[in-house]
């Protein structure tokens, strides 16, 4: 083995560029700021979202409700239920109750005589001041 010669390393020395060095922190914060504007952006929308479709769940149970108080008053023969808690389990799977909105709740108004349902504010008389998602009072639903 004495005839063969060892292996050498050799070090050959790199230089770095600066497109292998990473990130500077200027380029780091400016990506880190962008993301924040566009994450404000879409919880914004995605608020408003969120507040449309609870107004719209609201308009839905309202419908329902209305289509029930006519219901019983088909199978009745014209004539109105004294309450809405009459309509609990035939018509209605729940009880209806106070009403909650996206700004704003109240209780649900009921005329017997006439079958007509409205959503009153907190006090119960008048009909709800509160303004939805879109600016109309929810008293006029």
Known sequence: ?????????????IPRSSCTRGFTLIELMVVVSILGILLS???????LVL?????AALMIDLAHLR??????ALESGGVFPATLEE?????LSRKPGAWQGARGSGVIGYDPITGKI??????????S??????GRPYGEY
């Open 1 to 13: 083995m004495s005839g063969m010669a060892t292996p050498r390393l050799v070090f050959v020395a």
């Open 41 to 47: 952006i879409a919880s914004r929308r995605n608020a």
């Open 51 to 55: 507040e449309r479709s609870r107004d």
């Open 67 to 72: 289509n029930a108080v006519h219901q019983a």
């Open 87 to 91: 309509l609990f389990p035939r018509f």
């Open 118 to 127: 409205e959503l009153r504010g907190p006090d119960g008389i008048t009909p």
């Open 129 to 134: 001041p509160f303004l939805d998602s879109k």
